[in-house]
T-cell receptor, first 114, second 112 residues
């Protein structure tokens, strides 16, 4: 069975600094997708970035980038130039078209210090 | 978020009462999902649907029923609410573009 693990329940970063959130997953599939979602205090789930497993190039969206290591089954999120508005829960998620289901990690709470 | 709405936003139930949560989309997506979110446990899949008239069980289906009579709507029912069903419930749709998932605003349900 596929699993997603976020081993950091909470992280802190100084404003304008860089922080990396970790995510590992377990799967026997070769074709899948990985996502990072942000959940601010408003509770709304917001898609931050996605990565297709067949792509070797790491995805980037403005200040957000990923380090995708397929062999190690690792998918970390790097946030550069952290802003106060980045404070939120961050969830890593896995999807395979074989099951049409998404599997989420337990989340990492990110605090941004002014 | 791709026009996903949830009704109601908040609800307090007494043990044994029933209720239905409504999820509606203003697009034409086939796949819809119901999750519950509990502290320290992330999002867990309750039920999902791959199209009108179809439903399937997720990870934690016990105590819930669902229906997808119309493509735009996905209903989640609690026949006899229990305190263990106190949670935040999210509905989501899956887009065909890179399998991105978009969520409704959530419903906070408290069962006393």
């Amino acid at each position: 069975a596929q699993t997603v693990t976020q081993s950091q329940p909470e992280m802190s970063v100084q404003e304008a600094e860089t922080v990396t959130l970790s995510c590992t997953y377990d799967t026997s599939e070769s074709d899948y997708y990985l996502f990072w979602y942000k959940q601010p205090p408003s509770r709304q789930m917001i898609l931050v970035i996605r990565q297709e497993a067949y792509k070797q190039q790491n995805a980037t969206e403005n200040r957000f980038s990923v380090n995708f290591q397929k062999a190690a089954k690792s998918f970390s999120l790097k946030i550069s130039d952290s802003q106060l508005g980045d404070a939120a829960m961050y969830f890593c998620a896995y999807f395979t078209s074989g099951t049409y289901k998404y599997i989420f990690g337990t989340g990492t709470r990110l605090k941004v210090l002014a | 978020n791709a026009g996903v709405t949830q009704t109601p936003k908040f609800r307090v139930l007494k043990t044994g009462q029933s209720m239905t949560l409504l999820c509606a989309q203003d697009m034409n997506h086939e796949y819809m999902y119901w999750y519950r979110q509990d502290p320290g446990m992330g999002l867990r899949l309750i039920h999902y649907s791959v199209g009108e008239g179809t439903t399937a069980k997720g990870e934690v289906p016990d105590g819930y029923n669902v229906s997808r009579l119309k493509k735009q709507n996905f209903l989640l029912g609690l026949e006899s609410a229990a305190p263990s069903q106190t949670s935040v419930y999210f509905c989501a749709i899956k887009t065909p573009i890179a399998y991105e998932q978009y969520f409704g605003p959530g419903t906070r349900l408290t069962v006393t």
